[in-house]
């Protein structure tokens, strides 16, 4: 397996070889990535995600692409995690722990809401902003990349949400900053599963 200096990238190519991901196909989706060092600027980064996310897109169906991003997921221990167990322990409803969730800022952005459709929404940022940024990249990433990239975020909200609400939950990425070239916030919808 190569070796990859910079965090995201090589969580990336951990992800693809534990979705059981044929080698040949990791080695397209991974190109260049190798040459991408810790001290690569914020775009330069940015630049290269785009472009393997590009290629998974065309490589990988929508449901492994998916498996792979969520999989790459950061900060799911310490606090947020500590926060996402009290909810669940300390509230007996769904309806009082998604209360509690949406007061939860540090995990759950600006808000989590039950939907009229009965999925849940969790959204970083209101609506109507004139500009949007990504903490994944300091907020300093132009240019829109695929929406792939961000079922990584989906990952990280999904494990705790699932911890909070006691539920297993199906993510879907409604909108990003990311790929959004700034327009739209990071909104994140959930499916409660049987």
Known sequence: MRKYEEGKINKLSKSLKKAGIAQGLISQIMKGGEAIRNSATPQEKADWLKKAMLRMDELLDKDTRQTVREACACCLGGKRLKL???????????????????????????????MKDGRIQVSFAPEGLPAYGCSCFGGKAKGPLPITYCYCCGGHVKHHLQIALGRKLECQVHSSALSSAGKRPCTFLFTLQK
Do not use: C
């Open 84 to 114: 996402s167990k009290a909810i669940a322990i300390q509230n007996g409803t769904l309806e009082d722990r998604i209360k509690v969730a949406n007061k939860t800022k540090l995990v759950f952005g600006h808000g989590v809401k039950m």
